[in-house]
């Protein structure tokens, strides 16, 4: 696949077992090549294999084994900036419902930029309580 366009075939595994499915594909571990998610549906085991390129060099597996009760439906980078102001879409989305907020505003008014909020894992729609000062002290390096 290039983007949404389809390019060519290419048989990568012998992997024979017809309770394994392919359940997603991304870059799992960050090189910049698409690897795929499977996932046995009767033990719940799952595996990633890496690829470069075409070649798949290495095979994940994380050690504890799913349930079968549940069932994937997706991947992606969860760390995805479409709007390229510093905050992950799927962050902004989970704390703010909507990507419109920009790293540089202050959306609960406490003193710290969304970007800071985010960087630091506080909650940015959480500010300081009525009547309250936050003090930050900072502490010269030595």
């Known amino acids: 696949m290039n983007g949404n366009t389809y390019q ?15 359940r997603g594909v991304a870059d799992f571990n960050g090189d910049g ?13 799952t595996r990633f294999w890496l690829h470069n390129g075409m070649s798949h060099y290495s095979t994940l597996t994380p050690g504890d ?4 009760g549940w069932t994937p439906t997706g991947t992606g ?3 995805y900036d ?6 992950p879409d799927l962050w902004e989305q989970i704390n703010f419902g909507n990507r ?6 202050d959306f609960d008014g406490d003193g710290f930029t969304n ?13 300081p ?14």
């Open 82 to 87: 479409g709007d390229g102001d510093g905050l």
């Open 100 to 105: 419109s907020q920009t790293g540089g505003g």
């Open 77 to 79: 980078d969860s760390k």
């Open 115 to 127: 970007l800071q909020e985010y960087q630091n894992g506080t909650d940015p729609t959480v500010g």
């Open 8 to 22: 060519s075939t290419v048989f990568t595994s012998t992997e024979v077992d017809p309770n394994w499915e392919g």
């Open 33 to 45: 090549n698409e690897d795929i998610f499977l996932r046995n549906k009767v033990t719940g085991e």
């Open 65 to 68: 084994t799913m349930t079968t």
């Open 129 to 142: 309580p009525s009547g309250s000062v936050w003090l930050t002290v900072f502490t010269p390096l030595q």
